[in-house]
């Protein structure tokens, strides 16, 4: 049988069908990565927002120290959001909410391999990013050191996407820490959602006492695809599910339930 190329089993963003991660090789991710909209709008921002930097620079050096306290603040940043706004019930609960709670989290849980989800919406991010960073960044040198500071937000949040990517593909990563930070959020998202926030990032989790190493650790989360908005929910809250269009999902697709398995025993 010979080996299919990179380009193929690969949905065409001309068609508006969704990448699956599930059936991708690397080097498709590559292909998909490096033309996906989301991430060539990100490159050029950071091209935009390094040039705006140095355009208000004074002192190059000066103009760089964002560069490391937004390296040491921004996974703290997006640990806060992923675990009490993306994992917390009150957006759902809302009307004017809902929707965005279903686009930046719902769906990435309840289909994880879908790449179009997986990936936040610019609307969301950009903005998230420039209120977390920007005015780090202009406490320390004004004007300069805010885009600065964007741009190595920018150029942070590249690189999680690439590796929530590979923690997400048919792949078995060669570098052990790879493999490492891939088998932390596996468990976050197929055993137990309330733990491993981080993407390459941990040591929130470990401050915080949401880390864990193993499944064997913790007891199988009831909410692990859902996050809580399950049937009983859906119809107190019936927003989220009125978009998707269908009940929420506890399991994944293709599974079969506890009660089909004793069956088959």
Not at 60 to 69: A, D, F, G, K, Y
Not at 89 to 110: C, E
Not at 142 to 157: D, E, H, I, N, P
Not at 222 to 236: S, T
């Amino acid at each position: 049988m010979s080996k299919s190329k990179p380009w193929q089993n690969m949905s065409s963003l001309r068609t508006g069908r969704s990448f699956d991660l599930g059936k991708m090789s690397l080097p498709q991710l590559w292909i998909a990565y490096l033309t996906y909209p989301t991430i060539l709008l990100y490159f050029v921002l950071i091209v935009a927002a390094a040039f705006a930097a140095l355009h208000f620079s004074h002192s190059l050096l000066t103009t760089l120290i964002p560069v490391p306290v937004v390296i040491v603040v921004y996974p703290l940043a997006w640990y806060m959001i992923h675990r009490f706004i993306l994992h917390g019930r009150w957006l759902y609960r809302n009307h004017w909410t809902a929707s965005l709670w279903k686009r930046i989290h719902f769906d990435h849980h309840q289909d994880p391999h879908l790449l179009d989800v997986l990936f936040g919406s610019p609307l969301n991010t950009v903005p998230t990013m420039g209120i977390i960073t920007m005015p780090i960044g202009y406490l320390i040198c004004g004007w300069s050191g805010a885009f600065c500071a964007l741009s190595t937000a920018l150029v942070m949040t590249c690189i999680y996407e690439f590796f929530h990517c590979i923690q997400h593909l048919a792949y078995k990563p060669r570098w052990k820490w790879v493999a490492r930070i891939k088998q932390l959020h596996v468990l976050h998202h197929f055993h137990d959602e309330n733990g491993n926030y981080g993407i390459t990032n941990y040591v929130p989790d470990r401050f915080f006492g949401s880390f864990y190493r193993e499944a064997r650790d913790r007891a199988r989360s009831q909410h692990v695809f859902n996050l809580g908005y399950d049937l009983d929910e859906a119809k107190r809250y019936p927003w989220v599910m009125n978009l998707t269009g269908a009940p929420p999902k506890d399991r994944p697709d293709g599974a079969r339930s506890s009660s089909d398995n004793s069956r088959t025993a």
